[in-house]
Nanobody
């Protein structure tokens, strides 16, 4: 099983980034996928979730209206589009495979750093 995040970087406040998570080693369509982030000195924070079929999407209040999660099962990829970035969005962003009954447990990527300058 592998989850590999990419797309992080340094961006100015108000800017945009596109994070991508490439999955391999498992049947991607069997799992809901989530994005989390962890800022220095803070606990890891859930920010977005997309269901297995993509019909159910949820966001944390802190990113609602600015971030968009999507998935492409053909490419086994989950994407997080981030607009209107703020300095408080600075964190390491992690892709997560949510445990799915009958299929497998939680799994994490290695993370990608997002830094938003003011």
């Amino acid at each position: 099983v592998q989850l590999v995040e990419s797309g992080g970087g340094l961006v100015q406040s108000g800017g945009s980034l596109r994070l991508s998570c490439a999955a391999s080693g498992f049947t991607f369509s069997n799992y809901a996928m989530r994005w989390y982030r962890q800022a220095p000195g803070k606990e890891r924070e859930w920010i977005a979730r997309i269901s297995r079929d993509g019909d159910l999407i949820d966001y944390a209040d802190s990113v609602k209206g600015r971030f968009t999660i999507s998935r492409d099962d053909a490419r086994a990829t989950v994407v997080l589009l981030m607009h209107g970035l703020k300095p408080e969005d600075t964190a390491v962003y992690y892709c997560n495979r949510q445990a799915s009954a009958g299929y497998g447990g939680d799994y994490w990527g290695q993370g990608t750093q997002v830094t938003v300058s003011s």
